[in-house]
Nanobody, 124 residues
Framework: HVQLVESGGGSVQAGGSLRLSCQLSGYAYFVAWFRQAPGKEREAVAGHQILERRDYISEAVKGRSTSSRDNRKNTFDLQMMSLKPEDTGMYYC????????????????????WGQGTQATVSS
């Protein structure tokens, strides 16, 4: 079992920045950030396949956000810049470690464990 603890959410004005951090307590094959706005489905924002070092970034945040994996600290961070009101939502860290399961970064079913979430609010 892997525990995930998110931090770094908050309230900012449009154009501002936030850095979200996810601390993992154990080993995972892949990690990701998802977000969910009120009344909308959960969507993948960024992901990382640890062994193959492959990355995913959604079109919605591409060019404005970068993710980074620190193997020594066992963290997965999401740096978001030029934030827009539509970036508002609860951001969840997710991790998976099922042997033989292909990594589909945008499919929530790929991931075994989820954090409690951290809220990001962007005002116009």
């Amino acid at each position: 079992h892997v525990q995930l603890v998110e931090s770094g959410g908050g309230s900012v004005q449009a154009g501002g920045s936030l850095r979200l951090s996810c601390q993992l307590s154990g080993y995972a094959y892949f990690v990701a950030w998802f977000r969910q706005a009120p009344g909308k489905e959960r969507e993948a924002v960024a992901g990382h396949q640890i062994l193959e070092r492959r990355d995913y970034i959604s079109e919605a945040v591409k060019g404005r956000s970068t993710s980074s994996r620190d193997n020594r600290k066992n963290t997965f961070d999401l740096q978001m810049m030029s934030l827009k009101p539509e970036d508002t939502g609860m951001y969840y860290c997710a991790a998976g470690r099922t042997f033989g399961v292909a990594w589909n970064p945008t499919d929530p079913a790929t991931y075994n464990w989820w954090g409690q979430g951290t809220q990001a609010t962007v005002s116009s």
